[in-house]
Structures are given as C-alpha cells and as structure tokens.
C-alpha cells in the first residue's frame, strides 16, 4: 500500500518512506535528511534549523513533504519521541509536513503508554485495517492476482481459498504471506 501511494501522487514534493525500524536516532536522521537533499552532521539542532527552512520555503513553493514510516510499531520509544518533535515543527510550519506512521496493531497499544502520549494526541487520523471477512479475502485474493498480471482465475483452488481463509482468519498479512508462499513453492 505504501508503494502504490508513492507512486500515485502528483507532486510529492519531498517523499521519504523508512521501512527499516531499527534505525537509530542519529542513522534516522541522517536517512532522512539524505531523502531531503539536506546534510545531517549530527547536531540535531543543527539540523531541526535546516528542517524548518525547508518547511517554509516549501510552503512558499506549495510543495509538500511526506515521511512515511513503515513498521513503526518496532520503533524505539526513543525515536518516537524525535518523531514527535517534527511534528510540533510542523506545527510552526501548516500544512507542509505529513507524517504516516504504518504498523501492526501493537502501535495503536504503544500509543496510549504515557510516556507516548504527547505524540498520540498530535495523530489527526487514524486507521486500523481490521481482519476481511470470508468474501473479502477471497476479493482480496483475486485483486492481488489480477494486479500482479496474472489471467488465471483458477490459480488457488476454492478448497485452496477456504483453507487460506481459515488459516489466516482474514488478516491481510497473513494472507499475503500465505499466498506468496503457497505460490512459490508450487513454482519450486
């Protein structure tokens, strides 16, 4: 899903996905500020001042700047915290920083630990994609298939996508990792 948004928008403006969790604080900054164009040589502040005229001259210039952070249940409270500090940033700034943090349901319990609570009271949306009921997943299956170019219907038999069903209880992950797997070693 994070792909497929990447690629559909627009004009991303400044566009940095992290799909590695166990950076740590200085590692995400310096990823960060790479995928910006801007030089991070350590000094946060240093660089939180850098930040904030980027901010500003992207607003002048009606672009956006997107940071998606993908299995952000595993990141370190630490970090969590930096992220937080962004986020008041952008505050200063409206309208100019989005921020998506994307993970497991184990995030949406490590946001109402109190020490979190100040980030999780700055989240504006939130969404849980909760486990597809029996037709959903088979839609599901069928949509992933069709995407991926394939023109057989009958690739996974309907036994195959009960058994599928069953064994994942609708949970989207699950399913692709089940599927994936079944796929190749069928192929093996």
Known sequence: LINVLAKSLDNPGYLCVISNPCLGIDDFFHYFAAQLGLLFDGNRVRFLFIFTKLLEESKKNKRKVLLIIDEAHALPTELLEEIRLLVNMA??????LSIFLVGQSELLNRLTEAQLSPLSERIAVRYHLGQ???????QYIRFRLERSGSTNNTLFTRGALDLIYEATGGNPRQINILCD????????
């Open 181 to 188: 797997n079944a796929l190749f070693s069928a192929y093996s």
């Open 132 to 138: 597809l009921c029996k037709d959903e997943a088979l």
């Open 91 to 96: 505050v200063e700034v409206k309208n100019v």
